[in-house]
């Protein structure tokens, strides 16, 4: 999965000056000014925002907001600045992975009371209402939209290679692939991911293969609080996941990160690739491949026929040294409402949180058609919540994607990763 801090960042916004952005209060007028801050800036991201804001505004005409968007490299750190002073910002964009020390700090606002009465929350999906709501039920942030993985894969190469259909298992993917993998002709079947969040694939490959097992709550434990790195089937996938690079990637994938992941399927030159759904997108403008040529399908199971999708996830929140709550509460439950919900999630390429998403044209045909057949059957795509939230999780993504990287390298073997991983997790959770 791409890593999440450029996850929207197409291009990179011009500098804003945060100073002198303190929150104002109702003035003799009765306007109150909300500053809104944006975390995964990019321009044509910061301009469909300004306009749903306008449309807001138009229907609040008491209610003025003013979007502050820093470039995306030092948005979190900018917005974790304004937290800490207590001004500057009354909604705020909110991640999976910031949430957890944001609200830790007493920088959130639960909005659990203010949308107790919301009749949104009957048009939202059963994985938005329960993304909402952190382990103690408080809610800090409404999801504007999930990241959720499916195989991108050229349907061409898989009919000539004799396939009838895309992979539905890693073992089968790891076949299709090594058939289709010929370096000579620079044809390679598996776009892999062994630099920058290169830990994520080779979980998601574990989790597929101890399904049954797993802790829907955290998907880094098995239901009998052991690590999900310590399962035999876990071994299993990692074998078949150091195989994917072995037989069916290109050596300089050693390397691959997400922008040189999604080039190597954009070009033409990679048969399958993993990844959210943004990218649909970005292979939709390729020059090198052709709409017929391609299509995605979903997250691949392992052996019990079961997977496991780690959905990630952003969305709206309040800071709580907010002075103007009730109106930033009422700006999230419009950004989380319908043709404004509906234009974010499709004009940022993002799995949808409402359920009319479910009838819509553009995400039942084509290649979001697999992000439908996921959600309606969630017995098959279990839905887990990884536990991104930890203070250490920083620290936990650079160990393993330098330990994933030497196990391609053959300086790690899989046993011993997954010894070290489990080690590891154990540790930090006894503390």
């Known amino acids: 999965m791409r890593r999440r801090t450029a996850a929207l960042a197409l291009g990179t916004a011009a500098a804003m000056v945060l100073t002198g952005c303190s929150t104002m209060s109702p003035g003799e007028s009765g306007t109150v000014t909300l500053n809104m801050v944006e975390s995964l800036t990019n321009p044509a991201r910061s301009d469909l925002l300004k306009e749903l804001i306008a449309d807001f505004e138009k229907q609040n005409p008491k209610t003025r907001v003013n979007l502050v968007s820093p470039p995306t490299e030092q948005a979190d750190q900018k917005i974790q600045q304004m937290l800490q002073s207590g001004s500057g910002v009354d909604v705020l964009e909110v991640r999976d992975i910031t949430v957890g020390p944001w609200s ?7 909005m659990k009371k203010d949308l107790a009465g919301w009749k949104g929350w009957e048009a939202l999906t059963d994985n938005t209402v329960q993304a909402s709501e952190d382990g103690e039920g408080r809610t800090y942030f409404v999801p504007y939209g999930f990241y959720g993985l499916s195989l991108f894969h050229r349907t061409d190469l898989i009919e000539e290679a004799g396939f009838d259909k895309p992979p539905a298992s890693w073992e089968e993917l790891l ?5 289709i993998h010929d370096p000579s002709e620079r044809r390679y079947g598996y ?7 290169a830990h994520s694939n080779a979980t998601a490959a574990i989790e597929a293969y101890v399904a049954d097992d797993i802790d829907p709550a955290n998907g880094y434990l098995l239901k009998d609080g052991s690590t999900i790195f310590s399962a035999p089937g876990a071994l299993d996938a990692m074998e078949t996941y150091l195989k994917l690079f072995e037989e069916a990637s290109p050596k300089s994938s050693v ?3 997400y922008p040189e992941m999604v080039e190597g399927f954009s070009n033409g030159s990679t048969a399958f690739l993993l990844q959210d759904p943004e990218v649909i997108a970005t292979v939709s403008e390729s020059k090198s491949i052709q709409q017929d040529q391609w299509s995605t399908a979903p997250l691949m199971a392992g052996p019990s026929g079961k997977t496991v999708q780690p959905l990630a996830t952003a969305g709206w929140g309040v800071a709580d040294g907010s002075k103007n709550k009730a109106a930033a509460v009422k700006l999230v439950e419009f950004l989380s409402e319908g043709e404004a919900s509906t234009a974010f999630t499709k004009k940022n ?7 009319s998403a479910a009838e819509d044209e553009f995400y039942r045909t084509g290649p979001w058609a697999s992000y439908v057949t996921m959600t309606e059957n969630p017995d098959r795509y279990l839905v887990v919540t990884q536990p991104r939230g930890v203070a250490w999780w920083a620290e936990w993504q650079q160990r393993a994607d330098t330990d994933v990287q030497k196990m391609i390298l053959g300086k790690l073997t899989p046993k011993e990763l997954l010894a070290g991983w489990d080690a590891y997790w154990t540790e930090k ?3």
Request: glycine fraction near 12%; proline fraction near 3%; avoid cysteine.
């Open 175 to 179: 076949e299709q692939a090594s058939k």
């Open 104 to 110: 830790n700090n007493g920088w959130l606002y639960d």
């Open 255 to 257: 390397a691959w990160g």
């Open 429 to 431: 959770w006894k503390k």
């Open 191 to 197: 776009a892999f991911r062994g630099g920058a969040n």
């Open 349 to 355: 390429s993002l799995v949808p949180i409402l359920k």
